[in-house]
């Protein structure tokens, strides 16, 4: 088996897809538009893509999954500074002196997820 799309509920899939095409570089699919049920965001193989359905009921409690991010291109903290300019939240912050740890962050619908050191950042 294949594990081929990871699906999010979300109020708006399509500002939900762009907030997320905007941090993880991958497209919004071609057929997809503002207004629509269901939006794919299209990761490289072999990575699973992100599919958008909208959902009547909002967000109420802590996500039982979430996205842990290890950043290739930057280090985490300007990471962070990055996806906060794209509209993301920080909720719990567990950086340690020594440079190890994460920062638990929110997507603009309240989803939670994570950004671990960046590849550069880690030794060994």
């Known amino acids: 088996m294949i594990l081929r799309h ?3 509920d979300s109020a708006d899939p399509h500002r939900l897809a762009t907030f997320w095409s905007a941090v993880t570089g ?13 939006v794919l965001l299209e990761a490289p193989d072999p990575v699973p893509s992100l599919l958008f359905i909208r959902v009547p009921e909002s967000k109420t409690v802590k996500n039982r999954v979430h996205f842990d991010w290890m ?7 300007d990471e962070v500074e990055r996806i906060l300019g794209l509209g993301g939240t920080v909720h719990e912050d567990h950086r340690l002196p020594d440079g190890r740890g994460w920062v638990t962050m929110h997507d603009p619908e309240g989803n939670e997820f994570c950004v671990e050191r960046g590849r550069s950042e ?3």
């Open 122 to 124: 880690r030794t060994g």
């Open 71 to 77: 950043p290739t291109e930057r280090v985490r903290d």
């Open 6 to 8: 990871v699906t999010i």
């Open 26 to 38: 991958w497209p919004i699919s071609d057929i997809d538009e503002p207004g629509d049920d269901e």
